[in-house]
Nanobody, 123 residues
Framework: QVQLLESGGGLVQAGGSLRLSCAAS????????MGWFRQAPGKEREFVAG????????VYGDSAKGRFTISRDNAKNTVFLQMSSLKPEDTAVYYC????????????????WGQGTQVTVSS
């Protein structure tokens, strides 16, 4: 089982940028697809972005298209989410998750989750 730890969250003004990191330990993430999800209070967990095991394919949720970029460095066992043009509605706890090989957008299909990092965007 892989352990995941997110970092990089914080408070930012609308229009600003943040870079989230997800560091893996226990097992190499090289064979896992990685996803970023977010959950705002009172809302369901939402798929933000995913990247397959070798970085050849990325998928974005509608809220992330054109503003967020997911990437991975398998040598460093780390996945990133670069977020720009942030909006107050991006405020949520952001989670990274892992599953075998291929990207899916359903949170139930991911077997490993981090604890989450809070992102707050002020207007």
């Amino acid at each position: 089982q892989v352990q995941l730890l997110e970092s990089g969250g914080g408070l930012v003004q609308a229009g600003g940028s943040l870079r989230l990191s997800c560091a893996a330990s226990g097992r190499t993430v090289g064979s896992y697809a990685m996803g970023w999800f977010r959950q705002a209070p009172g809302k369901e967990r939402e798929f933000v972005a995913g990247i397959d095991w070798n970085g050849s394919k990325t998928v974005y949720g509608d809220s992330a298209k054109g503003r967020f970029t997911i990437s991975r460095d398998n040598a460093k066992n780390t996945v990133f989410l670069q977020m720009s043009s942030l909006k107050p509605e991006d405020t949520a706890v952001y989670y990274c998750a892992a599953r075998s090989l291929w990207i899916v957008t359903n949170a139930d299909d991911y077997h490993s989750w981090g604890q989450g990092t809070q992102v707050t965007v002020s207007s």
